[in-house]
Structures are given as C-alpha cells and as structure tokens.
C-alpha cells in the first residue's frame, strides 16, 4: 500500500470515531505543566479518535486550533494537519454557519 493510500485509509476510519460519543471531554492544560512555552490550552471537543478542537492561547493570542494529533512514545502529539483560527477569523466563521449548514444540507 502506497504512502497516499495508507493515509486516506486513515481519514476514513477517523471520520467516523465521533459517532455515538457522549458529551464533549474538557480539560485544561497549563504551559507550567511541561515544557511548551507561552501556550494554555482547553480541549473543547473531540471530533473523533484523533481529532479535537481546542481553544488556547499562543504567544499572548487567542486561538481556535481544530487538529490530528497523533501518539509517539506514549504522549498524545499535535499533527500537521489542522488549522488555528484567531479571534477574527473564528467570528467569520461563526457568523457564516448557517449559510455553511445550508449548503451543507442542499448537497
């Protein structure tokens, strides 16, 4: 199996973690907790095994951060794959949902 074929097997399996979850997991990690540098974090949601949304602060901004993380050596990483959105570009989006749902729902 190809390098590109083994990770869109992957996207598949985790899209659809999400299903039949309980209520979101919330728990807050403090930059004084390892060694990260100026970043508190709040897990909002997991999205499915290995996605989550988490809102933090990084380097005195606030940011929305929807993410893959993966796991290496035991500790839960963040993946490349994602987006931080600041306070801005999180408000566009909010103001857009429902046009976003409704496009969602005619497809």
Same mark, same amino acid.
């Given at each position: 199996m190809s390098g590109r074929e083994k990770r869109k097997d992957e996207e598949c399996a985790s899209d659809g973690d999400s299903e039949g979850r309980g209520p979101p997991k919330k728990t807050i990690k403090r930059s004084g907790d390892d060694d990260d540098d100026d970043t508190d974090e709040l897990v909002v949601c997991d999205l499915s095994k290995n996605r989550k949304v988490k809102v933090r602060t990084f380097?005195? =901004? %606030?940011?929305?951060? %929807? =993410?893959? *993380? *993966?796991?290496?050596?035991?500790? $839960? /990483?963040?993946?490349?794959k994602?987006?931080? /959105?600041?306070m801005d570009q999180w408000n566009i /989006? =909010?103001?857009?949902? $429902?046009?976003?749902?409704?496009a969602v729902n005619e497809n």
């Open positions: 380097n005195g =901004r %606030i940011m929305v951060d %929807i =993410r893959e *993380y *993966y796991v290496k050596d035991g500790k $839960e /990483l963040p993946g490349k994602g987006i931080s /959105l600041t /989006l =909010r103001e857009n949902i $429902e046009e976003i749902d409704k």
